[in-house]
């Protein structure tokens, strides 16, 4: 029996523009809203990750947040 979709959780979430606007193609891409994209992601994030690469670009990342936060 497939587990039943309930959004329990809402909290206020800070996006940069570029993720907001994929998260947003993500959703209309697979014809989900944004929080079920969000959802699926998560729920799901060790088979959609590539391991090869997630540690690289979180580095990228937490290196330009800093210029990205002024």
Known sequence: M????????RFP????????RRLKRF?????LEEG???????ENFDSVLNEDTFGHRLKIFQTELPDRKK
């Open 2 to 9: 497939p587990k039943r979709l309930r959004l329990t959780r």
């Open 13 to 20: 979430v800070a996006m940069t523009e570029d993720g907001y």
């Open 27 to 31: 959703a209309k891409e697979s014809t």
């Open 36 to 42: 079920e994209a969000l959802s699926f992601l998560f």
